[in-house]
């Protein structure tokens, strides 16, 4: 007798951002790490926001398990989803995502059911690879601690390398914009602009 396992899948078909020169097409499984690579950081970056529906598609479809992300789905999508931005830009005493507006932090923050201590944090941190000084590893710790199917890391650390890839191998979906050749290494797909 056979079994069937479903396997959660991120997939953009041809779909073609305002302004970019070509259409991009990728599936991101569960339970690996699916890196998208080539050109600038902040044209990677678009990439993410698009998934997140914060930038709007001029071509083509992005679905999880074939359900297609429309402005309707947008917030259900987000809930599955955990986001470590490249960095929070300072505005006085508040952090900020840039570009996502202020509305879509909000937005990403509706997630948080449960609150994360700084011990729990500490923790996670030194599993990514980084101290409590390095921002980026912070980022990718929130994000994991937020404990979703689909995690989106825009410029992770190379220090969480190996902890991305146990992220992926325990079910989720781990979709890392990068150009760093040691993350690149390790992921089970890599993605070209």
Same mark, same amino acid.
């Given at each position: 007798?056979?079994? *069937?396992?479903?396997?959660? $899948?991120? @997939?953009? +078909? @041809?779909?073609?951002?305002?302004?970019e020169p070509q259409t991009l097409s990728l599936m991101a499984e569960e339970g690996k790490l699916t890196c998208l690579t080539g050109g600038s950081a902040s044209r990677l970056t678009r990439w993410l926001h698009a998934i997140l529906g914060f930038l709007p598609i001029a071509h083509? *479809? $992005?679905? $999880?398990d074939g359900e297609?992300?429309?402005?309707?789905?947008?917030?259900? *999508?987000?809930?599955m989803m955990s986001f470590a931005p490249s960095a929070l830009e300072a505005q006085g005493d508040v952090k900020r995502y840039d570009p996502p507006s202020v509305q879509h932090i909000f937005y990403l923050k509706a997630n948080r @059911?449960?609150? $994360?201590? +700084?011990g729990i944090l500490a923790e @996670?941190?030194?599993r990514v690879g980084g101290d409590a000084a390095d921002q980026r590893c912070r980022l990718v710790a929130?994000?994991?601690l937020l404990d979703k199917k689909i995690m989106l890391l825009d410029q992770p650390p190379v220090t969480s390398a190996a902890y991305l890839q146990r992220l992926a191998a325990q079910g989720r979906i781990v979709l890392a914009a990068t150009n760093e050749t040691p993350l690149l290494q390790v992921a089970d797909k890599v993605v070209e602009l």
């Open positions: 007798m056979l079994t *069937f396992v479903a396997v959660m $899948i991120l @997939e953009l +078909n @041809e779909v073609l951002l305002p302004g083509g *479809f $992005i679905s $999880i297609p992300l429309t402005d309707a789905t947008a917030m259900a *999508f987000r809930k @059911e449960r609150p $994360i201590s +700084n @996670e941190m030194r929130v994000a994991a």
